[in-house]
């Protein structure tokens, strides 16, 4: 009998008629003691050939076979990859550099992150974006770009892991990524093997040259070949949004980007591409998506870009505490080896990354908007509250939130801290309200 796939499958017909011929047929057992022997062996062979050839055959097409044969999507969405409970911190090259980046560039970045204080206030991922690349080789392994990285992505991760920090590298589902360098449409298992031997820890997967690629299969099956690795890899999904991944991507990565690039501006686009877009227009994107995020599958709304120059201090200030009030994955994306002392203050913000990093893992959002004044929550472990109060406007602006901003009863009291001056302020006592400079933010913690 031949199943549908044309394999042979034994009937029970079949099976009597391979028992006789295999000497099992009656009137065969009263032979000499030679004939006995060799009987006895030819038996266990034969038994052993069914267990081994025969009964997996068989068992395809059994009803309690049917139930392995899953899809990759099926599979990975049983359950996450118990990463990056916390929305991820680090480096990404990108923003800075784009395709001008070597192995000297990401040695050096990874001692500032370690000497300016970023490893330790949380930035641990250092992430190598696109351009990394050098051809495939004969067996189709993909190889570092010998030029930049003349001593190989293994060495790389090694220094970066010697500084105490984790490493990073970027791919694409595509043929080709975004600045044309091989991507890993139809080398996923390959690539997820050779990132776990270099001792990657973090893949950002972007989404170039798809042509009509499914993105959730494209992404579980990146997914899968990452968990088959057996090596811990946070999984960034970069499809920009575009197949609404907070509704499929829970457990199929860890943070999915949910807009277009960033550009270096605040509110107005001065010089971008189509693709990218200024901080306020990702935020806009970014803040109705807040009840999709959670631990370990985080709204991304792009990388920072505090420190490079398009925007004011006060601006970059908002941008981190906008970010952290989103519990984006806070991903610096500057020159960290020679950052001053403005940007640093603002990166290095504890009170602020502390807003980003709590457990309890909800995203905050805005609970109340007049013109361009704008009072966000974000609900903190233990009952907690971060508030912004955001001054989107070109002039100052008073603006007030109450205990119904943050979901309190009225008369509950507990102690008012501001998250830049560092200053425990007082008591609350059913609200706050400040002048904010144009484009800043004012930004307390109550309670806890
Ligand atoms: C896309 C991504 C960016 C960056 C570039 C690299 O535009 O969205 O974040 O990775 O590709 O080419």
Same mark, same amino acid.
């Given at each position: 009998?031949?199943? *549908? ?16 011929? &295999? ?72 923003? %800075? ?25 949380? @930035?641990? @991922?250092?992430? =190598? ?6 051809? #495939?080789?004969? &067996? ?61 820890? @973090?893949? %950002? @997967? ?37 197949? %609404? ?65 398009? *925007? ?12 952290? *009030? ?9 020159? =960290? ?32 908007? &007049? ?41 509950? #009291? ?28 004012? *930004?307390? #913690?109550?309670?806890?």
């Amino acid at each position: 009998m031949a199943n *549908m796939r044309g394999i042979h499958v034994v009937s029970v017909q079949d099976r009597t008629n391979w028992r006789r011929l &295999n000497g099992f047929a009656g009137g065969q057992s009263g032979g000499t003691g030679r004939d006995s022997k060799a009987l006895l062996q030819r038996a266990a062979r034969a038994v052993m050939a069914f267990f081994l050839v025969i009964a997996p055959l068989v068992g395809t097409c059994s009803p309690a076979r049917a139930q392995a044969t899953q899809t990759t999507q099926e599979v990975v969405n049983k359950g996450s990859n118990g990463l990056a409970l916390t929305p991820p911190m680090g480096w990404n090259s990108w923003n %800075k550099f784009a395709c001008n980046i070597s192995e000297q560039t990401v040695r050096d970045t990874a001692d500032a992150m370690v000497s300016s204080g970023m490893r330790d206030a949380g @930035y641990h @991922y250092v992430v =190598i974006d696109d351009c990394w690349h050098g051809p #495939r080789d004969a &067996n189709g392994f993909i190889t570092a770009d010998a030029k930049k990285f003349p001593s190989g992505i293994k060495a790389l991760a090694d220094y970066v892991h010697s500084k105490g920090l984790k490493f990073g590298i970027y791919s694409d589902a595509g043929r080709l990524t975004c600045g044309g360098r091989p991507g890993s449409q139809g080398h996923e298992y390959q690539d997820a093997l050779t990132y776990a031997r270099w001792g990657v820890d @973090y893949l %950002k @997967y972007d989404w170039c040259t798809t042509g009509d690629r499914n993105a959730q299969e494209a992404y579980a099956l990146m997914a899968d070949a990452l968990r088959q690795t057996g090596r811990d890899i946070v999984f960034s999904m970069c499809e920009w949004g575009s197949a %609404k991944p907070w509704l499929w991507a829970r457990n199929v990565g860890n943070l999915w980007r949910t807009t277009g690039d960033i550009s270096d501006d605040f509110g107005t686009k001065k010089k971008a591409h189509d693709w990218e877009h200024p901080m306020l227009q990702l935020l806009d994107w970014n803040e109705p998506l807040w009840p999709f995020a959670g631990p370990g599958h985080w709204n991304d709304p792009d990388m920072l870009e505090v420190g490079n120059g398009g *925007m004011s201090t006060v601006e970059y200030r908002s941008h981190f505490s906008l970010w952290a *009030m989103m519990a984006a994955p806070l991903i610096a994306g500057n020159d =960290i080896a020679h950052m001053d002392e403005a940007t640093k203050s603002i990166l290095l913000n504890r009170d602020v990354i502390a807003v980003d990093q709590d457990p309890l893992g909800v995203q905050g959002h805005r609970v109340a908007q &007049n013109g361009t004044s704008e009072v966000w929550v974000k609900p903190l472990s233990g009952g907690a509250r971060a508030i912004i109060l955001f001054n989107r406007g070109d002039t100052p602006a008073v603006i007030e939130a109450t205990d119904s901003h943050i979901g309190w009863p009225a008369g509950v #009291r507990a102690e008012v801290r501001n998250l830049w001056t560092h200053k425990d302020i007082g008591r609350w006592a059913g609200r706050i309200s400040a002048t904010v400079e144009p484009h800043g933010v004012e *930004m307390f #913690r109550i309670g806890g």
